[in-house]
């Protein structure tokens, strides 16, 4: 077993074990939560499908382990991210009226929104519950707290940015810039709170823990662009969700890039894509030819000089951090992951 798979069973194991002893005396909520998780199927039944990236949680491990710390103690604050991360899905999914997720349909369309919300809390208790298990792991009081903290900060964080996103669908133009600002918040939060939580573990001075934070920062902000990409150009099958965003007309970082390109290229306009952004309902066959609009205007090319950037950016503060070289290099193969995956 790779190391990266070997930290996701140890994630997986931790969070079954505080689904396990915190269920809720209602089946059904717990069988909604645990389908979201990927532990069984809507009747409650265990079954062996997706479960996500665990990416989050791989990385506060692995930067644990880089700075020297233990990451057998930071296995409760690894599954808090995850569960956290998990709750808001399910509400990001009802926001967004996303129909599946890891390939399965989305909690709100079984059970309903209303339902579905509870289902949510009930992972974000979890997340928080989970921090508890830090004690039997011998982390101090005071480092437990500041993790709290820490986590809290990125849920405010990720809500701000998700509100930032639901305000760009009502119309208005949207600049690079500003939607950059949103991503840090609803995506590179958490990214940013696995590295600086595992510093904080590893006992790290406060210098140190800010760079950790910057590295999952600039490492969260690729991301997210990659992700964009997918939404546009990725393979449904592999994506695990709708890879249709221009159908769907998401102010996604494609359509933002397309918009302020648009004005070098006579053939289409920015008046006309944020125009047609504007129209009603879904037209595949228009959406095809603004995908090979945005071919023609390079923005494929830009997305991959972005995500290029970031990672460059984030690789500089890596090399600022000491680090035990083979978690060193465990970090970059996350890093690299971040753009060469398929889903």
Not at 149 to 169: H, K, P, T, Y
Not at 269 to 286: F, I, Q, Y
Request: hydrophobic share 45%; net charge negative; with cysteine.
């Amino acid at each position: 077993m790779n190391p990266g798979d070997k930290l996701r069973l140890q994630v997986e194991e931790e969070m079954l074990a505080i689904l396990s002893k915190g269920s809720t005396p209602l089946l059904e909520l717990e069988s909604m939560y645990r389908y979201h998780m990927g532990f069984c199927d809507r009747d409650g039944k265990p079954v062996d499908v997706p479960k996500g990236k665990y990416m989050r949680p791989v990385l506060c491990l692995a930067m644990c382990a880089a700075l020297g710390g233990d990451p057998e103690q930071a296995i409760p604050a690894a599954a808090s991210l995850e569960l956290g991360h998990r709750s808001s899905l399910i509400f990001d999914d009802i926001q967004d009226k996303g129909m599946e997720r890891n390939g399965r349909p989305a909690v709100w369309t079984i059970w309903g929104a209303a339902q579905a919300i509870n289902a949510g809390l009930v992972l974000s208790s979890f997340a928080r519950i989970a921090l508890l298990r830090l004690e039997e792991r011998r982390v101090p009081t005071n480092t437990i707290l500041a993790t709290w903290a820490v986590l809290e900060r990125a849920n405010i964080d990720l809500c701000r940015g998700q509100f930032l996103d639901l305000s760009f669908m009502d119309g208005r133009s949207v600049g690079v810039a500003e939607y950059l600002d949103m991503v840090r918040g609803k995506t590179a939060s958490f990214f940013a709170a696995a590295c600086e939580v595992a510093a904080l573990i590893a006992s790290r001075d406060a210098p140190t823990v800010m760079l950790a934070r910057e590295f999952g920062l600039k490492m969260g902000v690729a991301f997210q662009v990659h992700d964009d990409y997918l939404g546009v150009w990725g393979d449904e099958g592999e994506v695990g969700k709708t890879a249709n965003d221009l159908v769907e007309k998401k102010r996604s970082l494609p359509m933002v890039l397309a918009c302020e390109m648009a004005p070098g290229f006579p053939q289409v306009d920015r008046a006309t894509l944020e125009g047609w952004l504007k129209s009603e309902g879904p037209r595949p066959e228009e959406a095809a030819v603004v995908k090979s609009f945005m071919e023609d205007i390079g923005v494929p090319t830009r997305l991959a000089e972005m995500e290029r950037g970031y990672l460059g950016e984030a690789t500089q503060v890596l090399d600022q951090l000491e680090l035990q070289p083979e978690w060193a290099e465990r970090l970059r193969s996350l890093l690299e992951r971040v753009v060469e995956r398929n889903l």
